[in-house]
């Protein structure tokens, strides 16, 4: 894996972090109120989570990779995905602004010192979001091809997003409090906006890439 690639991994893995949603701030609200040690544990039951839907995504589509190196127009099969997922952050109703503000502090049922709890509690709070799953579906149809299909290289490009995203969240569990403060509700309402935005201009992207010769896109960047 090349400096250019690394590079990518890591801005993927940082974007991820800032992701608004339950997993985000139960995250943070872990943190105030357990501390440091339970929230690290509750982040890796997250990042389990994460591997799991990278496992399925990956395999899953394996027949479809095979076929995306073959034929570049396949990659708008990753676009799709991403565009609907930007889609769903954009217009999701728990994103509007009289929900955020009229929303109560998120309780954090967990009890004390209960760490196997605390691990399962990120592991199924991430699992059971089916957002997460479209996004990596949708990442490891774009990446898979550009790594030529081989395994060792994409299991290497994913593991640096992991490990982004986990560095990320440690800085978030030590700096909960200043977060939390600053996390208002117009601001998330801003941030989701942002996000869904992204994912969409890049998904387009991708469909565009996928039918457009790349000796094009070159000129056209040109």
């Known amino acids: ?18 992701m608004i949603g339950p997993v985000f701030f139960m995250l943070i609200q ?26 399925f995504a990956y395999y899953g589509s394996r027949p479809l990779l095979e076929k995306i190196k073959d034929d570049p127009r396949l990659f708008f099969f990753g676009g799709i995905v991403l565009i609907v997922y930007g889609l769903i952050t954009f217009f999701d109703k728990e994103n509007k602004k009289e929900k955020l503000e009229a929303a109560k502090t998120i309780e954090v049922p967990i009890i004390k010192n209960n760490y196997l709890k605390l691990f399962l509690k990120g592991y199924f709070l991430n699992f059971i979001n089916i957002g ?66 992204i994912l969409i201009v890049c998904g387009i992207f991708l469909v565009l890439k996928g039918f457009i010769p790349n000796d094009k896109i070159n000129q056209l960047i040109q």
């Open 1 to 18: 894996m090349d400096i250019y690639d690394l590079k990518n991994a890591i801005l993927i893995g940082f974007f991820m972090a800032f």
């Open 30 to 55: 872990t943190s105030i109120l357990k501390g440091a040690r339970a929230a690290i544990v509750f982040d890796l039951g997250v990042i389990l989570g994460d591997i799991t839907f990278i496992l």
């Open 132 to 197: 997460v799953l479209a996004f990596w579906l949708g990442t490891v149809l774009v990446i898979g091809p550009t790594l030529n299909m081989n395994q060792n290289a994409i299991f290497s490009y994913f593991g640096v997003i992991v490990l982004a995203y986990f560095v990320t969240d440690l800085g978030k569990i030590f700096l909960a409090k200043q977060l939390k403060n600053k996390m208002t509700p117009t601001l998330i309402y801003k941030v989701k906006k942002i996000m869904g935005i």
